[in-house]
């Protein structure tokens, strides 16, 4: 069994053969996931560096392949592509020519033109696209989104620093660690990023390893993302203000804080909201799943990851108004 179109959907029991394309760090933790999901079975991982692949298949017990081509051949229902961001597109359209559903980590392609070819041709295959920006299955992130529904959003404030990854090579810290931040941003407000300033340094890197980011969404709230490569230590932590809250969370320790029922003395109310227990990458790779047997929208669609690569783009020019775009269908984000 090789492939298949969303029409052909045949419910939450159908077992999905699944595999993994890219078995660097990221992609072993997906090849890991999807082993102990249910009514899945990994097929196998596909990477050039046969160590690697070797060390996962054995650890698995799945099968190890060279190349994409070698997988298809074989026979999968659905892949997820963690392979270096150069070779996204290459690799999603050589699945998706062969009628396999595709999640694409993040960033979806180098660039937006090649974003927009992977789009184009799921759609035209009718195969599930979804790009994997897994912070939106953080449970912290999640529960705040949920306190902040139906509340008029002021600001939001990221802050996601750390020490220097040795894996980074071809990619600096905007592409890396701030699309994360740009995509949680128009989650939380549903609303596209309409302006753009950004200020970046490279200290150490070859490319730029600190990024201070600023924005307003069409909905007019104003944001910022303070991300580095400096700090000795991990941190992601957000920080949003409504007309009627506070609320602060921690995405790694996944606590939530809320601030409400403000005095005129300066007196407030604090309580910690309750966040679920679950692996963000667990949650995101079943929702995929979950898309590919239901035909269902999936919950990170292509041209969520398009308009979030086109924002960090927008910062790594230096920053600037969005530009106008050619008419579209109007975007649904994903709630």
Same mark, same amino acid.
């Given at each position: 069994?090789?492939?298949?179109?969303?029409?052909?959907?045949?419910?939450?029991?159908?077992?999905?053969?699944?595999?993994?394309?890219?078995?660097?760090?990221?992609?072993?933790?997906?090849?890991?996931?999807?082993?102990?999901?249910?009514?899945?079975?990994?097929?196998?991982?596909?990477?050039?560096?046969?160590?690697?692949?070797?060390?996962?298949?054995?650890?698995?017990?799945?099968?190890?392949?060279?190349?994409?081509?070698?997988?298809?051949?074989?026979?999968?229902?659905?892949?997820?592509?963690?392979?270096?961001?150069?070779?996204?597109?290459?690799?999603?359209?050589?699945?998706?020519?062969?009628?396999?559903?595709?999640?694409?980590?993040?960033?979806?392609?180098?660039?937006?033109?090649?974003?927009?070819?992977?789009?184009?041709?799921?759609?035209?295959?009718?195969?599930? =696209?979804? %790009?994997? +920006?897994? /912070?939106?299955?953080?449970?912290?992130?999640? $529960?705040?989104?949920? &306190?902040? *529904? !139906?509340?008029?959003?002021?600001?939001?404030?990221?802050?996601?620093?750390?020490?220097?990854?040795?894996?980074?090579?071809?990619?600096?810290?905007?592409?890396?660690?701030?699309?994360?931040?740009?995509?949680?941003?128009?989650?939380?407000?549903?609303?596209?990023?309409?302006?753009?300033?950004?200020?970046?340094?490279?200290?150490?890197?070859?490319?730029?390893?600190?990024?201070?980011?600023?924005?307003?969404?069409?909905?007019?709230?104003?944001?910022?993302?303070?991300?580095?490569?400096?700090?000795?230590?991990?941190?992601?932590?957000?920080?949003?203000?409504?007309?009627?809250?506070?609320?602060?969370?921690?995405?790694?320790?996944?606590?939530?804080?809320?601030?409400?029922?403000?005095?005129?003395?300066?007196?407030?109310?604090?309580?910690? =909201?309750? %966040?679920? +227990?679950? /692996?963000?990458?667990?949650?995101?790779?079943? $929702?995929?799943?979950? &898309?590919? *047997? !239901?035909?269902?929208?999936?919950?990170?669609?292509?041209?969520?990851?398009?308009?979030?690569?086109?924002?960090?783009?927008?910062?790594?020019?230096?920053?600037?108004?969005?530009?106008?775009?050619?008419?579209?269908?109007?975007?649904?984000?994903?709630?």
């Amino acid at each position: 069994m090789s492939g298949g179109s969303r029409d052909g959907a045949t419910g939450a029991n159908e077992r999905l053969r699944v595999g993994v394309i890219g078995v660097g760090v990221m992609g072993c933790n997906h090849a890991r996931v999807l082993a102990g999901l249910p009514n899945v079975e990994l097929i196998g991982v596909a990477d050039p560096n046969v160590g690697q692949t070797e060390f996962v298949g054995r650890t698995l017990g799945c099968e190890t392949f060279p190349d994409t081509e070698t997988l298809l051949d074989f026979g999968v229902d659905a892949v997820t592509i963690a392979a270096p961001t150069h070779l996204h597109r290459d690799v999603a359209l050589a699945c998706i020519r062969r009628g396999v559903h595709v999640m694409v980590e993040k960033p979806i392609a180098s660039t937006i033109e090649q974003g927009h070819e992977i789009i184009d041709a799921a759609r035209r295959a009718g195969v599930t =696209l979804m %790009v994997g +920006h897994v /912070e939106r299955f953080n449970p912290a992130a999640r $529960a705040v989104k949920e &306190a902040i *529904r !139906n509340e008029e959003i002021l600001s939001i404030g990221i802050t996601r620093v750390g020490p220097f990854p040795p894996r980074m090579s071809n990619v600096g810290i905007v592409i890396d660690l701030a699309v994360h931040d740009i995509d949680l941003v128009r989650w939380f407000t549903g609303s596209d990023i309409v302006e753009v300033q950004s200020q970046l340094s490279s200290a150490k890197a070859e490319r730029e390893d600190i990024a201070l980011l600023q924005f307003r969404t069409a909905s007019g709230v104003l944001a910022h993302i303070n991300t580095n490569w400096l700090t000795p230590f991990k941190a992601r932590t957000v920080q949003i203000a409504t007309k009627r809250k506070y609320l602060t969370g921690d995405l790694l320790t996944r606590q939530v804080s809320e601030c409400f029922g403000f005095q005129p003395d300066g007196s407030y109310s604090m309580r910690h =909201l309750p %966040v679920a +227990h679950e /692996e963000p990458l667990r949650a995101e790779l079943g $929702a995929f799943l979950d &898309a590919v *047997r !239901n035909g269902t929208k999936p919950a990170v669609g292509g041209e969520e990851g398009v308009a979030s690569l086109e924002i960090a783009m927008q910062c790594l020019a230096g920053g600037i108004a969005a530009p106008a775009r050619p008419a579209r269908k109007p975007r649904a984000i994903a709630s």
